[in-house]
């Protein structure tokens, strides 16, 4: 019989351990990844807060920091990224400077390359969290700096769209135009691909024959727009 494991973040040092789950799990808040941390954590340790979202969140920001077997160690702590010592030895000292979460935030790093500590560290929404991650794409649009993705939102462009134009040599002034009004194709138009499709004719050839875009032609011949006609 397989018995399932879970990961599971230690109350004590804030590391990733695997274990059993168990079918008391359910009514347990505290883990321990060793008999040394379970006797460490004693009443003096009680603050009251080990069931709330602040006290996840320092401690899964504790595992990523200072467990090598966690599956984000290289994100964070592999990369040299630690946790000041004031937050580390005591979730009090985190909540005190954090505060409270504010509904719809995590806790962000403003310089994606410093350390979980007071002067780097704030509630961020998804947006926010998402706009200061490393792997995004700076642009300049009329003379700000912002990621692509932000620049395609306050344009209200789909990211491929833009992206594939940039792709094709575009510049980001051209590449964030307007995107193109689509032509409804007319119910004589989609007779006139049905019968050509139908009587043998291939989706290119229906195109250059009807002087459509092939890209409509395609979109009508595997949706069947033509079932109504």
Not at 163 to 187: N, W
């Amino acid at each position: 019989m397989i018995v399932p494991r879970a990961e599971r973040s230690c109350s004590t040092c804030g590391g990733m351990f695997i274990r059993s789950v168990r079918a008391t799990d359910r009514k347990v808040t505290r883990f321990f990844c060793s008999r040394a941390c379970r006797d460490s954590y004693g009443p003096s340790r009680t603050h009251g807060h080990s069931a709330t979202t602040e006290y996840r969140i320092w401690s899964q920001m504790r595992g990523r920091c200072a467990n090598p077997r966690g599956a984000r160690w290289s994100s964070y702590g592999g990369r040299g990224i630690t946790v000041c010592a004031r937050w580390h030895e005591s979730f009090e000292n985190f909540l005190a400077d954090m505060g409270p979460r504010p509904a719809g935030t995590t806790l962000d790093r403003k310089d994606n390359d410093g350390n979980y500590e007071p002067g780097n560290c704030r509630w961020a929404t998804r947006i926010e969290q998402q706009n200061n991650m490393r792997s995004n794409r700076i642009v300049v649009v009329s003379g700000e700096r912002m990621t692509l993705a932000e620049a395609c939102r306050r344009a209200g462009l789909d990211s491929s769209l833009v992206g594939g134009r940039l792709h094709r040599g575009e510049s980001i002034a051209k590449a964030l135009r307007p995107a193109p009004h689509r032509r409804q194709t007319t119910i004589d138009e989609m007779a006139q691909i049905k019968a050509l499709v139908e009587g043998g004719a291939t989706q290119s050839e229906a195109a250059r024959l009807l002087g459509l875009h092939q890209t409509v032609v395609n979109r009508i011949c595997i949706k069947k727009g033509w079932r109504h006609v």
